[in-house]
């Protein structure tokens, strides 16, 4: 069986963003969500491990927001 399951994340900071944002949006990168800051690349695991896992072996065609609070839809 072939499951299919998706991460959407918000702003997440990753060090290509001041190396590819001009720098008066750098600053505020990621302020614009409910929680106020972008998340970190660490904090994206905990979704994606879960889901590779056969723990979630009836999880498919599930979508989940790591936004910072931002609704998707």
């Known amino acids: 069986m072939i499951r299919a399951n998706g991460v959407a994340p918000g702003p ?3 060090p290509l963003i001041p190396a590819t944002t001009p720098p008066e949006q750098v600053e505020t990168f990621g302020s614009q969500v ?3 800051r972008p998340g970190h ?3 994206l695991a ?3 491990v ?3 896992s ?3 072996g009836r ?3 599930a979508g989940i927001a790591v936004t910072g ?3 998707i839809l």
């Open 12 to 14: 997440i900071w990753a």
């Open 34 to 36: 409910p929680l106020g």
């Open 41 to 43: 690349p660490a904090e």
């Open 46 to 48: 905990p979704v994606y």
């Open 50 to 52: 879960p889901l590779a």
């Open 54 to 56: 056969d723990e979630a």
């Open 59 to 61: 999880v498919s065609g």
């Open 69 to 71: 609070g931002q609704p």
